[in-house]
């Protein structure tokens, strides 16, 4: 079983920065990639910026040269530094691992982030 806890949220004013972290329990085996989505009221969830475990990273048009994902030396847990914040990026941030051959997701239960102008 693992579990994924989310810490790091919170409120900023525009151009504002907050750290968010997420940190994997349960197993010690290194995940295929960790990532961070957000979801908006009324809105999808959408990607914010993925992070495998070679490194390679992913990040939505959105938040590029704005954030950065990151993982620890033990591979379980990921970093999302967010700089110049914007308050269309308040949002819930939610954190995903997937693992295994099979791709099995896991998901955190979310941390709020809140960007005034």
Known sequence: ????????GGSVQAGGS??????????????????WYRQAPGNQRELVAVITLRGITTYADSVKGRFTISTGNAK???YLQMDSLK????????????????ATAYWGRGTQVTVSS
């Open 1 to 8: 079983q693992v579990h994924l806890v989310e810490s790091g």
């Open 76 to 78: 379980n847990t990921v």
């Open 87 to 102: 308050p269309e990026d308040t949002a819930v941030y939610y954190c995903k691992a997937v693992r295994g051959a099979a």
């Open 18 to 35: 907050l750290r968010l972290s997420c940190a994997a329990s349960g197993s010690m085996f290194s995940f295929n990639f960790m990532g």
